[in-house]
């Protein structure tokens, strides 16, 4: 049995085991769960299965935001995105997981388990980003603010090694709430910030943050749209409250895209260092296939995540903060074909391979190589996680093949 949210990302991990006579496995889908059971001016208690988009809208009828910055894709449900580490970029701040402040859990008994950290504290550090294995969340508790402003802005950098060496380090050192794209065919980089705004600074700007659904004509006007970008990475210069700064798109149904992820902790030598190596195997694999350069539809994206011991499985654990290297092999239109799965799986290969040596982790809700054990360094404790999430699924219904694989190995836990 698996819980699914938006299935925004889709992994072996999200795929229900068969049961021992063969009849096959259950999904369950929660978005009829869905709203908000609770508010103060400090904290929302919302259902599993509401989507960001919507608790932002109603968040913003009460002139309250999310105390904390989330990706740009906002059709995710709650619940999934607690259990999988959905994050946006911001250096001090960890995934949403870091900031649950309790849960709800129906274990595979049927039994509601209600969990925070001062009365739960070690199910808590399993059960907030358990990758679906620890029953299953169907409340969340987590922390709102008054609404606020933010600016955005994006640019283009041509010379990518006065990126890496000078500029990334700055930025990084100045924002907060930072990320950047590298197109490897053109060695363009484009990074973009955010940065606290006043109403009136916004109201004066007078460019209202767009989603890139919003911008789709733009993008019309040449192959990648007016600044470069296709549709999918398109992020407009604009001020506006801190929900529609920070939100990219409600889906990824504007343009398909493979896409998979590796965490890994770098100083900025490392973190330059690993990108250049990164380059000269996407370089590789286009030569492989008869190509100069590297297929102009991919993109390599580098957001950032404040790292924290709260969750068990935290991507970052161990680590003050980690980069988050995802690759995409975007379609070259709205409506066009996906790449070739081997010409994307190439691609991911060549960065695997280096940030498998600098000790990175793979997002285990986004595609990773099988044969690839999923534990270097960091100091992952798996076993306790393993212990505490038998509370809650005592008949071992939520696990499959694909988790025993990768969280026994090298554990020296029972797979019974």
């Not at 402040?101 to 209600?114: F, I, K, M, V």
């Not at 380090?169 to 709430?177: A, E, F, H, I, S």
């Not at 700007?205 to 767009?210: D, L, T």
Request: charge should be negative; include cysteine; glycine fraction near 8%.
């Amino acid at each position: 049995m698996k819980v699914v949210g938006f299935a925004h990302s889709w992994a072996g991990l999200y795929t229900p085991a068969n049961a021992s006579d063969g009849t096959p496995g259950i999904t369950l889908a929660l978005h009829k769960l869905s709203g908000i059971t609770k508010v103060t001016d400090t904290h929302v208690e919302v259902l599993a299965g509401t989507s960001f988009a919507q608790l932002f809208q109603d968040l913003a009828a009460l002139n309250l935001t999310l105390a904390w910055p989330p990706g740009g894709i906002q059709g995710l449900t709650v619940g999934g995105a607690v259990s999988v580490g959905f994050h946006g970029s911001q250096m001090s701040v960890g995934g949403v997981s870091s900031v649950v402040q309790s849960l709800r859990l129906l274990d595979t008994s049927g039994n509601t388990h209600d969990l925070d950290d001062s009365s739960n504290p070690d199910a808590m550090r399993a059960a907030r980003m358990a990758l679906g294995m620890c029953g299953i969340i169907t409340r969340v508790q987590l922390p709102v603010s008054s609404e606020f402003h933010l600016r955005r802005r994006r640019w283009r950098v041509d010379d990518s090694d006065a990126f890496l060496d000078y500029q990334l380090p700055q930025l990084k050192q100045q924002y907060d709430r930072f990320h950047w794209y590298l197109h490897p065919e053109t060695a363009t980089s484009w990074p973009m910030y955010w940065e606290p705004a006043t109403a009136a600074e916004s109201a004066a700007e007078g460019r209202s943050c767009r989603t890139a659904a919003e911008q789709w004509e733009d993008a019309q006007e040449k192959e990648f749209g007016v600044d470069g970008l296709p549709l999918i990475m398109r992020w407009d210069n604009c001020s506006d409250i801190s929900s529609r700064s920070l939100t990219h798109a409600i889906d990824m149904e504007q343009q398909p895209l493979w896409n998979g992820e590796y965490y890994v902790a770098l100083d900025d030598a490392g973190e330059a260092a690993a990108t250049r190596a990164i380059l000269e195997g996407f370089q590789a694999v286009a030569e492989s296939r008869g190509l100069s350069k590297p297929s102009t539809h991919l993109w390599l994206h580098v957001r950032y995540v404040g790292g924290d011991t709260s969750s068990l499985l935290n991507p970052c654990y161990g680590s003050a903060t980690c980069a988050a290297f995802e690759l995409g092999l975007v379609a070259p239109a709205m409506d066009a074909e996906l790449p070739p799965w081997d010409e994307w799986a190439a691609y991911f290969g060549a960065m695997e391979k280096v940030l498998r040596g600098y000790n990175g982790r793979p997002h285990h809700a986004k595609y990773y190589t099988a044969e690839v054990p999923s534990q270097p360094g960091f100091g992952l404790p798996v076993e306790q996680f393993r212990r505490e999430c038998a509370r809650f699924d005592p008949q071992r219904l939520l696990r499959n093949e694909r988790f025993d694989a990768v969280f026994l190995a090298g554990t020296g836990a029972q797979q019974a």
